[in-house]
T-cell receptor, first 112, second 118 residues
Framework: GENVGLHLPTLSVQEGDNSIINCAYS??????FIWYKQESGKGPQFIID?????DKRQGQRVTVLLNKTVKHLSLQIAATQPGDSAVYFC???????????FGAGTRLTVKP | GAVVSQHPSRVICKSGTSVKIECRSL??????MFWYRQFPKQSLMLMAT?????????EQGVEKDKFLINHASLTLSTLTVTSAHPEDSSFYIC??????????????FGPGTRLTVL
């Protein structure tokens, strides 16, 4: 199910490198996706979103890629900085509906 | 950007007592608010969805009589954990969504409330 309690996978990168965080979403009918960043002891922070009619969207230092064929979402962070260290969650849902469901999350650690 | 606040940020209580957590949207009207629970090193699990002026919709497995949700206004929702037990200790996070035109905006999350039940 979409809210399964799992231990977080981790990704460790060197400062300045690019990071790629992956997410497999569960519902092929989902048409709206969001990436969130959560720092320790804080609530999730919106990073970037994408609608299902797109396969790529770019923000400041971040790019989201959507592959609907295999239900895969990725977040690319360019020139990763120590401040990017956090847990990153993807969420799926529908743009005209309230409901968003969170994936398991990935812990990103940036080494100086 | 839109701001959502939660109060208190941390609470410690004795087993058997009830705890109320407030969630406020500070600069927008939230037609819908969500309550999540997050255990250590795990993802956010949706507990319930509340629309202003109507009863909350609870996710499967979440006891509505234990987790009372009130969404009395467009800027305030409360979650009351009744007769709390140590297994209720968790990080509770609310979010709020504003309806703009025909589509919904993204959710804005509060900073979370750390509940510890002794």
């Amino acid at each position: 199910g979409e809210n399964v309690g799992l231990h977080l996978p981790t990704l460790s990168v060197q400062e300045g490198d690019n990071s790629i965080i992956n997410c497999a979403y569960s519902n092929s009918a989902s048409d709206y996706f969001i990436w969130y960043k959560q720092e320790s002891g804080k609530g999730p922070q919106f990073i970037i979103d994408i609608r299902s009619n797109m396969d790529k969207r770019q923000g400041q230092r971040v790019t989201v890629l959507l592959n609907k064929t295999v239900k895969h979402l990725s977040l690319q962070i360019a020139a990763t900085q120590p401040g990017d260290s956090a847990v990153y969650f993807c969420a799926e849902g529908w743009a005209n509906n309230n409901d968003m469901r969170f994936g398991a999350g990935t812990r990103l650690t940036v080494k100086p | 950007g839109a701001v959502v606040s939660q109060h208190p940020s941390r609470v410690i209580c004795k087993s058997g007592t009830s705890v109320k957590i407030e969630c406020r949207s500070l600069d927008f009207q939230a037609t819908t608010m969500f309550w999540y629970r997050q255990f250590p090193k795990q993802s956010l699990m949706l507990m319930a969805t509340s629309n202003e002026g109507s009863k909350a919709t609870y996710e499967q497995g979440v006891e509505k009589d234990k987790f009372l949700i009130n969404h009395a206004s467009l800027t305030l929702s409360t979650l009351t954990v009744t007769s709390a037990h140590p297994e209720d200790s968790s990080f509770y996070i609310c979010s709020a969504r504003e309806k703009r035109g025909a589509t919904y905006n993204e959710q804005f999350f509060g900073p979370g409330t750390r509940l510890t039940v002794l």
